[in-house]
């Protein structure tokens, strides 16, 4: 059986909105980060934080080991923790990385790359718009990308730019879904 990581990206300075966005309330009464955790929940079989060294409830805490260097070094803090060993088998197969600026973004959303995953074994990640905009931080990493990341990492953070290069499952999402919360006029009606 194959077992995901749910990963929640929070690591970013926050300084285009001024404040840390993990703490912001949604308009369900949960902060960004406990909502961004909460859609995990039911679908992964285990949830974890990664960037900052935020706690929160029983969750693992993946804090970056070199603060503001890009979400890549979150992924890869991700995927070396979702491959260690419990007994004779790797914890888990994959990590499912969703960042905690996309409030809009849901549980059935990321059921649709879990398929999309299943279906295909491989690197899956979410794409919006007419433009079919790639989201590399919604997506689903086998930890056994660990070593092609960690080496791209070596010479470039950009994630984008990595994920440009390989072969995918892309699945399409609302555009809507995948806003990212950047600044305080984001924020409208959440």
């Not at 929940?41 to 260097?69: M, R, Y």
């Not at 279906?119 to 007419?130: E, Q």
């Not at 995918?168 to 984001?186: F, V």
Request: proline content about 5%; overall charge positive; some cysteine.
């Amino acid at each position: 059986m194959q077992s995901i990581l749910g990963v929640v990206l929070c690591g970013g300075n926050s300084n285009r909105m001024g404040r840390d966005k993990s703490m912001i309330h949604h308009k369900n009464g949960l902060t960004f980060i406990e909502h961004a955790a909460d859609r995990l929940k039911p679908i992964c079989d285990e949830v974890c934080l990664a960037g900052k060294s935020h706690s929160w409830a029983d969750l693992v805490a993946l804090p970056d080991l070199i603060p503001n260097q890009g979400p890549i070094f979150g992924v890869l803090q991700a995927l070396h923790y979702a491959a260690r060993q419990t007994g004779r088998n790797q914890k888990h197969q994959a990590c499912l990385i969703t960042p905690v600026d996309m409030p809009n973004l849901t549980t059935d959303d990321l059921r649709k790359l879990i398929l999309g995953w299943k279906t295909n074994n491989d690197l899956t990640y979410a794409v919006s718009g007419p433009e079919r905009k790639r989201q590399p931080l919604v997506g689903i990493y086998p930890t056994r990308l660990h070593e092609a990341i960690s080496l791209h990492a070596k010479t470039d953070s950009s994630l984008m730019r990595w994920i440009k290069k390989k072969d995918a499952t892309q699945i399409a999402l609302d555009e809507a879904h995948c806003q990212n919360m950047n600044r305080p006029e984001d924020l409208t009606g959440i």
